[in-house]
């Protein structure tokens, strides 16, 4: 069975599903059901995606690819700092 990757503004649509369908009545596992994944998923996007609206799910995954990428540049910059003081103390 094909993976397929749901973008956030699409997990916050169907979450928001999920919760009118339960207030109709349905149970939760039908309500997930419907919306076409397991209650593992479902249980774990809202866990992420809870209160958040979309624009809000948007700037979350901004923060999160921009704090990668800074991380990213420390450690490369850690890693040739040490490489330079090792080389200035003469350990090659």
Known sequence: MPHKKHK??????KLRQVDVLVSQGRTASE???TIGVT?????RWRKEFGGL??????RL???EKENERLRKAVSDLTLEKLI?????????
Do not use: D, M
């Open 61 to 63: 995954k901004e923060l």
């Open 31 to 33: 309500a997930v059901r």
């Open 53 to 58: 609206k979309t624009n809000q799910v948007k």
């Open 84 to 92: 330079l003081k090792e080389a200035a103390s003469g350990n090659f």
């Open 8 to 13: 956030p503004e699409e997990i916050v649509v």
């Open 39 to 43: 209650q593992f998923t479902y249980y």
